[in-house]
C-alpha cells in the first residue's frame, strides 16, 4: 500500500513538471564539435527522461544477468526445500496417526531434501518413527542427541522422561525432570514431577520454592497454588513439631491462614498453640473450621484441649461444638463421646440416636453398642447394634488412590500425588449393600388367590400314620430321601382335633451373632396344639 502511494506521488510530481514546462515555452541550445543543436525546452526534458530510464533497464539487465546463476539455484532449493518440508509435514501426521511404515518413509525423504542442522523437527520425525516401530533404544539414542542442541533439549528431556516412565524407572524419570524444571519451570509434567520427587523425600522447602516458581509462571491458578502451600506447610509443621515447635507453629498458622477449612492445618496449628499455653488462639481457629467443615479429629483435640480438664469439662466443650454446628451427625457423635466418658449415659444415648437418625453409618452404632454395653450390659442387644453396624455405610476416611489412612498424609503413598487425601467415605462392602431386615417397615404379604384345579387331576391322599407292623414294609421299599409325597388340603382336613404335637429331632444350632429369644417372652407365648412335621 506504501509502495503503491509512493508510486502514485511520483507520477503526479512528473506530470505536474510537464505542466509546467509546457505553460512556459522556451529553446535549449547545444553546442558540441562547432555544431550547435537547438531544441524546445519540452522536447530536452523528454530526451533526458529517456535516456535515464534506458539506463536503468540497462543497468537491471545486466545485474539480472549476473546473478542469474544463483536465482536458478535458489529457485531450484527454495523447490528443493518445499519439497521437504512438505514430506515432514505428512510424516508427523503419520506419526500422529501411528502410521510407523508411512513415518519411516517421509522420514528418510525428508532427510534427503532437508538438513537435520536446519531442522530440527527431522530427529523428533525419526524418534517417533522408531517408537512406532517398537526400536526403543534407537528411540533413546536419538532423545540423548537432542540434549547436545540447545534449541532440542528439552524435548530430548521429555522423550528420556517419558521412555523412564515406560520402562517403571521413577529415579531416572524425576532425574530428567528435574533437568527440565531447572531449565524451565513453566513446564506443567516436569514441575509435577520434580514436586513429587521433592515431597517424597521431605524437601518441603525446595517444595514450597517449586510452588511459588509455578505460580509467578502462572502455570497454576492462586487459589491452586495457595491450596498446595497450604499443605506443604502443613506437611512441614508436622515434620517440624517434635525438633522446632516455633517453626512448626509458624508454618502451620500460614497455613491456616492460606486455608481457614483445611482440617489438617487447623489441628496442626491449633496443637502447636496448645503447646505454647495458648489455648484461646487455638481453641478459635478449631472453631472457625469447624463452622466450615465438621471433623472428628477438630472435636477431639477441641475437647481434650487442657489435659488437666475433668470429663464434664469436657462434656461442655462438646456441646459448645455442637452450637457452633447444630444438626449434624458429627456434633453429636462428638457430644454422645464426651457423655459416655462422663458417665451421662441418657445424654449419650440421645446424641447417638440423634446421629444415626441424621446419618446411618457405622460408627454411630458402634458407638451405640459402646453406651449399651457400658450402661446395661445387654448382651444380645450390644450383639444387635454390631450386626446393623457391619451392614451400615462406613465413616469417613482419609482415602486416597484406594488406600483408606486414620491420618491424614500430603502425599499418596501409592502414586506420590500431592494433596491426594481427600475426607469421604471409602467404597462400601458387599454386606453393607444389603439392608438390615429389621430396619426396613413391616408390610403385609399380597394374598395369592388359588389358581382352579384341573378337572383331570386326581386327588392325593394323606399320609397314613405308620404302624409297627408297616414299618418293617417302609425299610424295605423305597428309601430315596428325595423323594417327597405332597400334601394337599384333604390332609390338613383329616388330621384329629386331638392330635399331639409332633417335637423336632434335634434343635437347631444357633448362630454365633444370634442373641436367642427372651426367655420370658417365649414362656408367654401360647403353645401351639398340634405340629404337621
Given at each position: 500500500?506504501?509502495?503503491l502511494?509512493?508510486?502514485?506521488?511520483v507520477?503526479?510530481?512528473?506530470?505536474l513538471?510537464?505542466?509546467w514546462?509546457a505553460d512556459r515555452?522556451?529553446?535549449?541550445v547545444?553546442?558540441?564539435?562547432?555544431?550547435?543543436y537547438?531544441?524546445s525546452?519540452?522536447?530536452a526534458a523528454?530526451?533526458?527522461?529517456?535516456?535515464v530510464?534506458a539506463?536503468?533497464?540497462?543497468?537491471?539487465?545486466?545485474?539480472?544477468?549476473?546473478?542469474s546463476p544463483?536465482?536458478i539455484?535458489r529457485?531450484?532449493?527454495v523447490?528443493?526445500?518445499?519439497r521437504?518440508?512438505?514430506?515432514?509435514?505428512t510424516?508427523?501426521?503419520a506419526?500422529?496417526?501411528?502410521?510407523?511404515?508411512?513415518a519411516?518413509?517421509?522420514?528418510?525423504?525428508?532427510?534427503?531434501?532437508i538438513?537435520?542442522d536446519?531442522e530440527?523437527l527431522?530427529?523428533?520425525l525419526?524418534?517417533?518413527?522408531s517408537?512406532?516401530?517398537g526400536?526403543h533404544?534407537?528411540a533413546?539414542?536419538?532423545?540423548?542427541?537432542?540434549?547436545?542442541?540447545p534449541?532440542?533439549r528439552?524435548l530430548?528431556?521429555r522423550?528420556l522422561?517419558?521412555?523412564a516412565?515406560?520402562?517403571?524407572?521413577?529415579?531416572?524419570?524425576?532425574?530428567?525432570?528435574?533437568?527440565?524444571a531447572?531449565?524451565?519451570?513453566?513446564?506443567?509434567?516436569a514441575?509435577?514431577?520434580?514436586l513429587e520427587e521433592?515431597t517424597a523425600?521431605g524437601?518441603?522447602?525446595?517444595?514450597?520454592?517449586?510452588v511459588?516458581?509455578q505460580?509467578?509462571?502462572?502455570?497454576?491458578?492462586r487459589?491452586?497454588?495457595?491450596r498446595?502451600r497450604a499443605?506443604?506447610?502443613t506437611?512441614?509443621?508436622?515434620?517440624?513439631?517434635?525438633?522446632?515447635?516455633?517453626?512448626?507453629?509458624?508454618?502451620a498458622l500460614e497455613?491456616?491462614?492460606l486455608?481457614?477449612?483445611f482440617?489438617?492445618?487447623?489441628v496442626?496449628a491449633?496443637?502447636a498453640?496448645f503447646?505454647?499455653?495458648?489455648?484461646r488462639k487455638?481453641?478459635?481457629i478449631?472453631?472457625?473450621a469447624w463452622?466450615?467443615?465438621?471433623?472428628p479429629?477438630i472435636?477431639?483435640?477441641?475437647?481434650?484441649a487442657?489435659p488437666g480438664d475433668?470429663v464434664?469439662?469436657?462434656?461442655?466443650?462438646a456441646k459448645?461444638?455442637?452450637e457452633l454446628?447444630?444438626?449434624?451427625?458429627?456434633?453429636?457423635?462428638?457430644?454422645a463421646?464426651?457423655?459416655l466418658d462422663a458417665?451421662?449415659f441418657?445424654t449419650?444415648r440421645r446424641e447417638?440416636?440423634?446421629?444415626?437418625?441424621?446419618?446411618?453409618?457405622?460408627?454411630?452404632?458402634?458407638?451405640?453398642a459402646d453406651i449399651?454395653?457400658?450402661e446395661?450390659?445387654?448382651q444380645?442387644?450390644?450383639r444387635?447394634l454390631l450386626?446393623?453396624a457391619?451392614?451400615?455405610p462406613r465413616?469417613?476416611?482419609?482415602?486416597?488412590?484406594g488406600?483408606?489412612?486414620e491420618?491424614?498424609a500430603p502425599v499418596?503413598?501409592v502414586?506420590?500425588r500431592?494433596?491426594a487425601f481427600?475426607?469421604r467415605?471409602?467404597?462400601e462392602?458387599l454386606g453393607?449393600?444389603?439392608?438390615?431386615?429389621?430396619?426396613?417397615?413391616?408390610?403385609?404379604?399380597?394374598?395369592?388367590?388359588?389358581?382352579?384345579?384341573?378337572?383331570s387331576?386326581?386327588?392325593?391322599d394323606?399320609?397314613?400314620p405308620?404302624?409297627?407292623?408297616?414299618e418293617?414294609?417302609?425299610?424295605?421299599?423305597?428309601r430315596?430321601e428325595d423323594?417327597?409325597t405332597?400334601?394337599?388340603?384333604?390332609?390338613?382336613?383329616?388330621v384329629p382335633?386331638?392330635?399331639?404335637?409332633?417335637?423336632?429331632?434335634?434343635?437347631?444350632a444357633?448362630?454365633?451373632?444370634d442373641?436367642?429369644?427372651?426367655?420370658d417372652?417365649?414362656?408367654?407365648?401360647?403353645?401351639?396344639?398340634?405340629?404337621l412335621?
Amino acid at each position: 500500500m506504501i509502495r503503491l502511494l509512493a508510486f502514485l506521488i511520483v507520477v503526479f510530481a512528473v506530470g505536474l513538471g510537464f505542466a509546467w514546462l509546457a505553460d512556459r515555452p522556451g529553446d535549449m541550445v547545444v553546442t558540441f564539435n562547432g555544431y550547435q543543436y537547438q531544441v524546445s525546452l519540452m522536447v530536452a526534458a523528454v530526451a533526458i527522461v529517456a535516456v535515464v530510464a534506458a539506463v536503468m533497464i540497462a543497468w537491471w539487465l545486466l545485474k539480472s544477468l549476473w546473478n542469474s546463476p544463483y536465482t536458478i539455484s535458489r529457485y531450484f532449493r527454495v523447490r528443493r526445500r518445499d519439497r521437504g518440508y512438505q514430506a515432514l509435514s505428512t510424516g508427523m501426521i503419520a506419526a500422529g496417526a501411528g502410521d510407523g511404515a508411512l513415518a519411516r518413509k517421509k522420514t528418510k525423504e525428508a532427510a534427503k531434501l532437508i538438513r537435520s542442522d536446519q531442522e530440527p523437527l527431522i530427529h523428533l520425525l525419526e524418534a517417533q518413527a522408531s517408537l512406532l516401530e517398537g526400536d526403543h533404544e534407537g528411540a533413546r539414542q536419538k532423545f540423548e542427541s537432542m540434549l547436545d542442541d540447545p534449541e532440542m533439549r528439552l524435548l530430548g528431556l521429555r522423550g528420556l522422561y517419558l521412555e523412564a516412565e515406560r520402562l517403571g524407572d521413577r529415579n531416572a524419570a524425576r532425574h530428567y525432570a528435574g533437568r527440565a524444571a531447572a531449565v524451565a519451570p513453566q513446564l506443567a509434567w516436569a514441575a509435577e514431577s520434580t514436586l513429587e520427587e521433592l515431597t517424597a523425600r521431605g524437601d518441603w522447602d525446595g517444595a514450597l520454592k517449586l510452588v511459588d516458581a509455578q505460580k509467578s509462571t502462572r502455570q497454576i491458578e492462586r487459589d491452586a497454588a495457595n491450596r498446595r502451600r497450604a499443605v506443604l506447610l502443613t506437611a512441614k509443621a508436622q515434620s517440624l513439631a517434635d525438633s522446632d515447635p516455633n517453626a512448626a507453629r509458624t508454618a502451620a498458622l500460614e497455613a491456616n491462614k492460606l486455608q481457614p477449612d483445611f482440617a489438617p492445618a487447623a489441628v496442626a496449628a491449633a496443637a502447636a498453640l496448645f503447646k505454647q499455653n495458648d489455648v484461646r488462639k487455638g481453641s478459635k481457629i478449631l472453631e472457625t473450621a469447624w463452622r466450615a467443615e465438621p471433623h472428628p479429629e477438630i472435636a477431639e483435640l477441641y475437647t481434650h484441649a487442657r489435659p488437666g480438664d475433668a470429663v464434664l469439662d469436657r462434656l461442655n466443650r462438646a456441646k459448645k461444638l455442637q452450637e457452633l454446628k447444630k444438626n449434624h451427625a458429627e456434633s453429636s457423635m462428638t457430644v454422645a463421646r464426651a457423655a459416655l466418658d462422663a458417665q451421662d449415659f441418657s445424654t449419650a444415648r440421645r446424641e447417638a440416636e440423634a446421629a444415626i437418625r441424621m446419618d446411618r453409618r457405622e460408627g454411630a452404632y458402634l458407638l451405640l453398642a459402646d453406651i449399651e454395653e457400658a450402661e446395661t450390659g445387654d448382651q444380645g442387644k450390644v450383639r444387635q447394634l454390631l450386626s446393623k453396624a457391619v451392614r451400615a455405610p462406613r465413616d469417613p476416611a482419609w482415602v486416597a488412590d484406594g488406600v483408606v489412612s486414620e491420618r491424614w498424609a500430603p502425599v499418596s503413598p501409592v502414586t506420590g500425588r500431592l494433596d491426594a487425601f481427600e475426607w469421604r467415605a471409602p467404597m462400601e462392602r458387599l454386606g453393607q449393600l444389603i439392608d438390615s431386615r429389621d430396619d426396613a417397615p413391616e408390610t403385609t404379604a399380597p394374598v395369592i388367590g388359588a389358581l382352579a384345579k384341573p378337572a383331570s387331576e386326581k386327588p392325593i391322599d394323606a399320609i397314613e400314620p405308620a404302624t409297627a407292623g408297616s414299618e418293617t414294609t417302609a425299610k424295605g421299599t423305597d428309601r430315596s430321601e428325595d423323594h417327597v409325597t405332597p400334601v394337599t388340603a384333604a390332609a390338613f382336613a383329616a388330621v384329629p382335633d386331638d392330635a399331639e404335637a409332633v417335637e423336632p429331632a434335634e434343635e437347631l444350632a444357633r448362630l454365633p451373632d444370634d442373641p436367642g429369644v427372651d426367655p420370658d417372652e417365649e414362656a408367654e407365648k401360647a403353645p401351639r396344639r398340634f405340629r404337621l412335621f
